[in-house]
């Protein structure tokens, strides 16, 4: 079992569509991280949360630390929205910021 | 430009030569972290420098393996000997400091033939 598992692997969606993915962990951590990787390679630091929710522009980043889960919305998608989403957590102060990724859900929205 | 600059994007190579890639993390920040991107793979952590620090080196695959961090900028990371099985996408980030935001560079695709 992977340490950061994340669902839908895929997902295709229609523009404007209210978008959910999903993050779970089972070990402790420090932070959670959302990525969003283009189809052209470049990554991008989305949010960084370790606590409750972060919002920017159409995105919205929560975290349950007690359940272990966190998730990724996206309101009102749009095409240009398509990428890989990946979720990612650091595992703590001891471990330095080592990052251990989620296998990345990929997201369509159709026009 | 001010972001995380990686240098060659493209190397293809032949099984057995060594490689040597670089990143330029942006300046000032003080952690920097080597990933890699294997073909339908997930990413996974290599190596991490933070400041003058001794680098966690946990997730190097083989001791084939190395990198070094000089000067507390530059990054190399060194691949001696290579085989088929790592060619990836290498990716270099840096953030101001450990257990914050990470800037990834747009990574080299290495190619062993």
């Known amino acids: 079992k992977n340490e950061v598992e994340q669902s839908p692997q895929n997902l295709t969606a229609q523009e404007g569509e209210f978008i959910t993915i999903n993050c779970s962990y089972s070990?402790?951590?420090?932070?959670l991280h959302w990525l969003q990787q283009h189809p052209g390679g470049g990554i991008v630091s989305l949010f960084m949360l370790s606590s409750g929710k972060k919002k920017h522009g159409r995105l919205i980043a929560t975290i349950n630390i007690q359940e272990k889960h966190s998730s990724l919305h996206i309101t009102a998608s749009h095409p240009r929205d398509s990428a890989v989403y990946i979720c990612a957590v650091g595992m703590g102060e001891t471990s330095g910021s080592r990052l251990t990724f989620g296998e990345g859900t990929q997201l369509t929205v159709n026009p | 430009g001010a972001g995380v600059s990686q240098s060659p994007s493209n190397k293809v190579t032949e099984k057995g030569k060594d490689v040597e890639l670089r990143c330029d993390p942006i300046s000032g920040h003080t952690a920097l972290y080597w990933y890699r991107q294997s073909l339908g793979q997930g990413l996974e952590f290599l190596i991490y420098f933070q400041g003058n620090s001794a680098p966690d080196k946990s997730g190097l695959p083989s001791d084939r393996f190395s990198a070094e961090r000089t000067g507390g900028s530059v990054s190399t990371l060194t691949i001696q000997r290579t085989q088929q099985e790592d060619s990836a996408v290498y990716l270099c980030?840096?953030?101001?400091?450990?257990?914050?935001?990470?800037?990834f560079g747009d990574g080299t695709r290495l190619s062993i033939l």
């Open positions: 980030a840096s953030s101001v400091e450990r257990n914050q935001p990470q800037h």
């Open positions: 070990v402790g951590i420090s932070a």
